[in-house]
């Protein structure tokens, strides 16, 4: 029996089914208040430790999302409910599941993908102190294993052996979620939106996480096929990589740039300059997680980044807050995020916040070869008004004698009204096209609504259509134009994109070999 669902992290896995939701074995309840609370405490510090123990060993974004649960372990504020239950004659693991599941309840019951994601970052210290609580070393999955259930939390990720393979199918989860992220940048194949698991399935299963689904109790027949699939997914992997040190070039020879989209300035670290052609996004609103940044802290995160590049260009885009990326202290509460105040319309709203990353991106462009852009414009105006902006802040910088430069001023293509009218924008310095936006607004198909997925696609004529005008008009008028959205990672969209007339792909870091090497496939 196949299932059907959304792949968030690409790959192919065969072994055994290793179910998630098994509740851990059962807690002895102890004989006093005291002793309770003695044995809730030592839990929390043997989770603590746990976790502490796992940052040492951990790279890329997991130190950040373990110290985060370290952090969350930490507030007097979620345990206090646990512990004041004590009181009333609970046992421990009883009091520590209530409190918890009622913080959990209130994250699943928010309207934004974000806060969602989040939820599954409690599940994980819930269960994390549970199984201290219980002492339970049996959950861990043999090598290899497919594990399913609901959702999985970001240490069991940290904690499974990936070594011998293995995958990750989920009823509900998020492409968004932390899990997705480590699983991308781990390679572990993982799909999502699977729905809830009729009974508990055993035995063998496939995890095809490149066209998103499993096969539960697979016949001969399907296990063939699919391991044709996953060695030919295997070697066009391989093949991908001996392109990765060339520039990109399709069959008959046409030159395709190809930049990295990053995120933290750490991202740059694990790539090597030499194989893109610069960053062609980074999007700022992760610095901007916890707390809003000063303005030395964003200009060291835009320096590092400019001075990784040297001379190639680093398009550092404003913050893009709202939609499904709120922002403590910044964005508002509405009822349509996406339609709401996002982007540039926020950042112009809140100038006194705009100022700040404009003179920290004014002050970085001295460092290298920066090009900056604005998410979510709409109208002309924006741009103008964004620009006035930059030239405000570019004279008191001046007047003060502190080192800058202004940077060329371009926009996100990403909203309907400029892609069909783009007329009103020409003289902008440059056009990134994002795919994602574009296409959920385009489609009326929200881009984390797995209900609608199939309705969110970049290759409809529709979307096609506006790619294809904005970058005719891009040659007819001299203005460069690239894209940056996912549709320009995926070798399934990328001979359509070229075919558009685009020569300029934005694509994230470990999508940078295959990228190249579908572009070597594609004829014109
Ligand atoms: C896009 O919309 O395609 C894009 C690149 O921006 P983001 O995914 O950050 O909205
Ligand atoms: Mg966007």
Redesign the pocket.
């Known amino acids: 029996m196949r299932i059907e669902g959304i792949p968030a992290s690409p790959g192919y896995a065969e072994g055994t089914l290793f179910n998630l939701d098994r509740p851990p074995a059962a807690y002895v309840a102890k004989a006093s208040e005291a002793e309770e609370k003695a044995a809730l405490k030592a839990a929390i510090g043997k989770a603590v430790s746990r976790l502490t123990s796992l940052v040492e060993t951990a790279d890329g974004d997991a130190p950040g999302i373990l110290e985060f649960h370290i952090a969350m372990l930490e507030d007097v504020a979620l345990s206090a409910p646990a512990f004041a239950a004590l009181g009333s004659g609970e046992p421990a693991d009883a009091a520590w599941r209530q409190a918890l599941d009622a913080e959990i309840a209130g994250y699943e019951a928010s309207d934004q993908d974000y806060f969602r994601a989040r939820a599954a970052d409690l599940r994980d210290i819930r269960d994390q102190v549970l199984r201290a609580l219980s002492e339970d070393s049996e959950t861990a999955a043999p090598p290899g294993s497919i594990l399913y259930g609901s959702d999985i939390a970001p240490t069991r990720f940290l904690e499974t052996d990936w070594s011998r393979g293995g995958g990750i199918a989920l009823g509900a989860g998020s492409t968004a979620s932390h899990v997705a992220m480590l699983a991308r940048s781990r390679g572990v194949p993982m799909v999502v939106g699977l729905g809830a698991f009729a009974d508990e399935p055993t035995g063998n299963a496939l995890l095809d996480a490149e066209h998103g689904g499993i096969v539960l109790s697979p016949s001969p027949k399907e296990i063939e096929a699919f391991r044709q699939s996953s060695s030919s997914f295997a070697a066009r992997q391989g093949q991908a990589q001996t392109f990765l040190a060339q520039p990109a070039a399709t069959k008959a020879g046409t030159s395709v740039r190809v930049q990295v989209?990053i995120a933290y300035p750490s991202d740059v670290d694990g790539i090597d300059i030499a194989t893109c052609d610069g960053v062609g996004?980074m999007?700022t609103?992760f610095l901007f997680g916890k707390a809003l940044p000063d303005e030395e802290t964003q200009y060291q995160a835009y320096r590092k980044v400019l001075e990784w590049a040297g001379e190639k260009p680093v398009t550092i885009?404003t913050i893009?807050a709202g939609?499904?990326?709120p922002i403590p202290d910044f964005t508002v509460e509405e009822t349509n995020p996406f339609l709401g105040l996002r982007?540039i319309r926020l950042s112009l709203a809140r100038s006194d916040i705009f100022r700040v990353q404009i003179r920290a991106l004014l002050r970085a462009a001295a460092h290298g070869n920066l090009k900056v852009m604005f998410?979510?414009i709409a109208r002309a105006e924006e741009h103008r008004q964004a620009a006035a902006l930059f030239a405000e802040e570019e004279a008191a910088l001046a007047s003060r004698g502190v080192a800058h430069k202004l940077p060329p001023l371009g926009i996100?293509v990403?909203v309907p009204s400029v892609a069909i009218a783009p007329e009103a924008f020409a003289d902008v310095a440059f056009f990134?096209?994002?795919?994602?936006?574009?296409?959920?607004y385009v489609m009326a198909a929200a881009?984390d609504n797995a209900a609608v997925a199939h309705l969110n696609a970049v290759r409809h004529p529709a979307v096609m259509r506006l790619i294809t005008s904005v970058a005719a008009f891009g040659r007819e008028k001299g203005i460069p134009v690239s894209?940056?959205?996912?549709?320009g990672g995926d070798p399934a969209a990328i001979p359509a994109l070229i075919e558009a007339g685009l020569r300029d792909l934005?694509v994230a870091p470990a999508q940078l070999a295959m990228a190249k090497a579908a572009i070597a496939d594609v004829p014109v």
Do not use: H, V
């Open positions: 989209n996004l999007r609103e885009r893009d939609g499904d990326k982007g998410p979510m996100m990403e990134s096209i994002g795919s994602n936006d574009l296409t959920q881009r894209l940056c959205g996912d549709a934005s």
